[in-house]
């Protein structure tokens, strides 16, 4: 009874969470230090004692348009997603750069990477590579329509072969301080 109490309130949030994003097909921009704003998205990190957090900035204006529910999604979503991949531990870096009419905010992880025969599937909705009831398929897609509406971009860098160097991913956006419409 237990299991179908939590699966129905995981069917209950992804249908809420699709409903909210095909709602907020527009974003409500507030002027946001985004220092502070990436910084505050950590406090919300649940981390085992073997995960270390970094936060780097060198950033001199750090005023964006955003919207900061949408925007705190996005980033809780891939600082929880960087958490999950470091089981053994690691570093959770999260930094912030200067690119004149924009900002470009790092997250990245030093853990098991993503395989190569899935880097072109990550943003695809349903796709998990998690366990059944760990993961949806929509955490990644979502975050990747947010900043599409931001009018951003982002990438990703991943090596999950330790014999090619260092395993982890890093997903890199880009956002205009004052996105056009």
Do not use: W
């Not at 919207?67 to 930094?95: C, F, H, I, K, W």
């Not at 993961?135 to 979502?142: E, N, V």
């Amino acid at each position: 009874l237990t299991l179908i109490v939590e699966q129905a309130e995981r069917c209950k949030n992804i249908v809420g969470g699709l409903l909210n994003f095909a709602r907020k097909s527009q974003v409500n921009l507030l002027e946001t230090n985004m220092v502070e704003f990436c910084e505050h998205s950590l406090d919300s990190v649940i981390k085992p004692a073997s995960v270390q957090i970094k936060f780097e900035s060198d950033v001199e204006n750090p005023m964006a348009m955003i919207d900061r529910d949408q925007l705190m999604q996005v980033l809780t979503n891939l600082e929880r997603n960087a958490v999950e991949a470091m089981p053994t531990g690691g570093t959770l870096t999260v930094s912030i750069e200067d690119a004149e009419e924009e900002l470009k905010i790092t997250i990245a992880d030093t853990g098991i990477g993503i395989a190569p025969e899935n880097m072109e599937k990550i943003f695809t909705p349903f796709f998990t590579t998690k366990a059944i009831g760990k993961g949806t398929g929509m955490g990644l897609p979502l975050v990747y329509g947010i900043v599409k509406m931001h009018k951003g971009q982002i990438k990703v860098k991943s090596v999950s072969d330790p014999a090619l160097g260092p395993t982890g991913t890093r997903f890199k956006i880009t956002l205009p301080r004052q996105p056009q419409n």
